[in-house]
């Protein structure tokens, strides 16, 4: 009789979760908010019942093999979720242990990058491979890195940071870290805001997007601003590609990936940005890494996804 498992993505806005089989297909999904819950267990209580109800649709709980759950700041040795700044509970949350006393199912958690990375080795474009990143673009820069077919976690769980890695020193402040110059700070959606604000007050040229008042402008605005051929846009995307470009390139030495996986919102700005990052990649290079590392876009379906993910740490 077959299994199935459980994938949950703990956003700070909405949580996602469904039933996954063992070639990834996502067969029930739902999702509830997050944000709204300020007790970790009336959000339990609530993912409780919500999943019971998809959990019956595949035969009951004795066909479940496991939960796996992605979260910001989970940690995989603990099953923690450690000091999160976008989520409504504070300090370290014991969630592992909460669903799995709630559930009666064996839970694994890690960050959401992580839990990325796992679904896109065992689903998607990293299928066969042994070493690569994984890239999110979105609000943020999520990241794993997979090295010689594992997972790197580090002594306390959380390595692979790579959004927080300082690209350019004494640069742009990060409003939740206070970080000067994290590659966060430039190649997130906000990033390319923060940008497309600075070049526009920076110069007098004229641009479609001096149309839009500044509290509604949005990397989406900026995209579709570039695609009609608005040099302001397309020069927003060109610099956000040299700086992703060039932090990429400083972890091609690190950790020698067969190739960079770029998921995320941004990603579907196409070449626009996927052109430049290509090429100050090569361009910060040195020879011995040069022209052999691949820049894939995800092929997981974006809304699956996180689900996929999560789901994949029960198959490990």
């Known amino acids: 009789m077959d299994s199935f498992v459980v994938g949950v993505d703990i956003g700070g806005t909405g949580t996602k979760f469904g039933i996954v089989d063992n070639v990834g297909n996502v067969l029930f999904s739902s999702e509830m908010s997050t944000k709204k819950h300020e007790q970790i267990n009336t959000f339990i209580d609530e993912l409780y019942e919500k999943l019971s109800e998809l959990i019956e649709k595949v035969g009951g709980f004795g066909r479940i093999k496991g939960i796996g759950v992605g979260a910001p700041n989970g940690n995989i040795y603990t099953g923690t979720i450690e000091y999160a700044p976008n989520l409504p509970w504070r300090g370290i949350v014991p969630i ?45 820069v999520g990241s794993g890195i997979v090295a ?89 995307f060109d610099f956000t590609g040299k700086i992703l470009g060039m932090a990429l390139a400083n ?50 379906k974006e809304s699956d996804a996180a689900i996929l993910g999560a789901s994949a740490l029960m198959w490990e």
């Open 96 to 140: 592992a242990k909460l669903l799995q006393d709630k559930f009666k199912l064996p839970v694994r958690l890690t960050n959401d990058a992580n839990a990325a990375a796992v679904g896109e080795m065992m689903y998607g474009a990293a299928k066969g491979m042994k070493d690569f990143i994984m890239i999110t673009l979105g609000t943020g």
């Open 148 to 236: 010689n077919g594992q997972l790197v976690y580090g002594h306390d769980g959380f390595a692979g940071e790579l959004g927080h890695t300082i690209i350019i020193p004494e640069g742009r402040q990060h409003p939740n870290t206070d970080q000067k110059g994290c590659l966060e700070s430039y190649a997130s959606a906000t990033g390319v805001t923060m940008t497309a604000i600075e070049l526009l007050k920076n110069s007098d040229r004229p641009s479609l997007l001096r149309d839009i008042p500044l509290d509604q402008l949005n990397s989406k605005v900026v995209f579709e601003a570039a695609n009609k051929g608005d040099e302001i846009a397309k020069e927003v």
């Open 251 to 300: 972890f091609v030495m690190f950790s020698s990936p067969e190739a960079i996986i770029l998921f995320g919102g941004l990603t579907k700005a196409g070449d626009l940005i996927l052109k430049p990052t290509r090429e100050h990649l090569e361009a910060n290079l040195i020879e011995i890494f040069q022209n052999k590392v691949k820049i894939l876009v995800s092929h997981l």
